[in-house]
């Protein structure tokens, strides 16, 4: 539970969708594209914008330090990170652009944490275990 994803309408529509499902703990993990580059994200209402560590940012070709320096406050406190952009970021058949992100250097968040920067432009709509994303715009 909670890696499986199954996705709906077109990559090119505003309706494109996808369902997460929970896992054990009621977390919505699944994998996402940044860049191209795949990563395991978690769903995070409660977070601001995407965040990722610097090692994922690498990994998806972000030069997160031409961001500008800011500090945020994560659930380990203020830490500095670099505000970016991110120019594609997929899940499923959804496809964002230009996605304000967060890139704190070191390892942590262990996984990329998909935020409301993200989050905004979908429609969410749960139902028991089920979490279906649809794009708004």
């Not at 795949?38 to 409660?46: M, P």
């Not at 652009?97 to 967060?102: R, W």
């Amino acid at each position: 539970m909670g890696q499986a994803a199954s996705v709906g309408g077109s990559a090119t529509t505003a309706n494109a969708s996808v369902t997460l499902y929970a896992n054990a703990e009621g977390h919505f993990i699944s994998d996402c594209q940044i860049n191209g580059a795949t990563l395991k994200f978690l769903l995070d209402t409660g977070a601001t914008s995407v965040a990722l560590n610097s090692g994922d940012a690498k990994f998806a070709n972000i030069d997160y330090k031409s961001g500008t320096p800011v500090q945020v406050n994560t659930a380990n406190g203020v830490v500095n990170a670099y505000h970016v952009t991110i120019a594609n970021l997929k899940i499923g058949s959804i496809t964002l652009s230009q996605v304000e992100a967060n890139v704190v250097e070191g390892g942590s968040p262990s996984i990329v944490l998909l935020g409301m920067s993200a989050l905004s432009r979908l429609d969410m709509k749960r139902q028991d275990i089920a979490l279906t994303l649809t794009k708004k715009y």
